[in-house]
């Protein structure tokens, strides 16, 4: 009689050999140095054809709005505010010339100059109300997963009400009772920040309320319990770090729709005043009734920032949605077994 020889433990085994690859992974990840696992960078290292693309595309995007906005002074012919220079008054309404790029608008302001100090009052008030509504939420939506009872009940009812409020009027009831719908541009910025900032609170909170909940149960609490780890340790350590996985995704989102919003309160009047500040929203209003007059570059340039800010921004945070999908994920892995199949078959 012949003996075979046994077949190694876990060889032919397809859940053996995807534990072993996703275990070949995070070693890998592991030996890779610190500034390439940055999320922009490795995400850009992990992409691949159109997700690589639009990933590439929202990044420049999003890079031409930051440094545009740091370098406004530099780059911007006029200041916001002017109408006239070496005392000459612009005209109103000039279509683009050697003299202004994108022409002027009807009360004699430079339209590229305009556009491009606007980027920093987008910047700003970006900036703010995201970073507010971030840490505010995250810190309620801790708090209230983890204790529960009766400041659950209050704090998840609270949000719901807020949440259920359409957030443009949420947002245009709160810039009113801040700033009285009209503001220099500090104060502006701080009321269109502090109103976007209320609209995202609830997000964030039902996002890290809902993984801290799920949590607290894991066997690595309730270990961190019983070796006798202080809640603020179990908050701060175990639960923290684990609940905010999704937050880049909902950051980068949020940040879009902060910029649609601040246009969408100058819009409708009750943004930042235009002699203290640039703000896209404001100058699209003033346009409006150029448009019926054929003058177009008053609107259309205004109009073309805000679409290609929220354009980059919104591309940045699908692509990074996309690749943190491990479906999305699982799926490239197997086309490039196959294709490796494929080009070891033909060899």
């Known amino acids: ?85 070496d005392g000459t008054r612009f005209g109103t309404q000039q279509p683009p010339s050697g003299a202004h790029l994108l022409g002027t608008t009807v009360t004699g302001f430079d339209v590229l100059s305009r556009v491009i100090w606007g980027t920093r009052t987008a910047v700003a008030v970006m900036a703010c109300a995201v970073a507010a509504s971030l840490f505010v939420g995250v810190a309620l939506g801790l708090l209230s997963g983890y204790v529960g009872g009766w400041l659950d009940r209050v704090l998840v009812m609270v949000a719901d009400a807020v949440y259920a409020f359409p957030s443009l009027l949420l947002a245009i009831v709160m810039s009113i009772v801040i700033s009285g719908g009209q503001s220099n541009a500090w104060a502006g910025i701080a009321a269109a920040a502090v109103s976007i900032t209320v609209v995202f609170i609830p997000q964030y909170f039902r996002v890290i309320r809902a993984e801290v909940v799920r949590l607290k149960a894991e066997p690595f609490v309730e270990a961190a319990k019983v070796v006798g780890t202080g809640h ?14 999704t937050l880049p995704l909902i950051f980068t989102l949020n940040a879009s729709e902060s910029i649609l919003t601040l246009a969408a309160l100058g819009f409708l009047g009750f943004g930042i005043e235009p002699t203290s ?48 999908d491990p479906r999305l994920r699982t799926r490239r892995s197997r086309r490039r077994k196959r294709s490796t199949t494929t080009e070891e078959a033909a060899a």
């Open 1 to 85: 009689m012949t003996l075979s020889n046994p077949e190694p433990v876990g060889e032919g085994d397809p859940g053996a050999t995807a534990l072993a690859a996703e275990a070949g992974a995070v070693l890998e990840r592991r030996s890779t140095p610190w500034y390439l696992r940055l999320p922009i960078i490795s995400h850009l290292r992990s992409s691949v054809g159109l997700q690589r693309g639009m990933l590439i595309t929202g990044v420049v995007l999003v890079a031409i709005l930051l440094l545009t906005a740091l370098f406004a002074p530099l780059l911007a012919p006029y200041g916001f505010a002017e109408t006239s220079a």
């Open 232 to 245: 603020r340790r179990i908050m701060g350590t175990h639960l923290l770090r684990n609940a905010t996985r």
């Open 277 to 324: 500040a640039s703000e896209w929203g404001y100058d699209l209003n003033r346009a409006m009734a150029d448009a019926t007059s054929g003058i177009w570059w008053t609107g259309l340039f205004p109009g073309l920032a805000i679409a290609l800010a929220v354009l980059g921004v919104t591309l940045v945070g699908e692509s990074i949605n996309d690749l943190n």
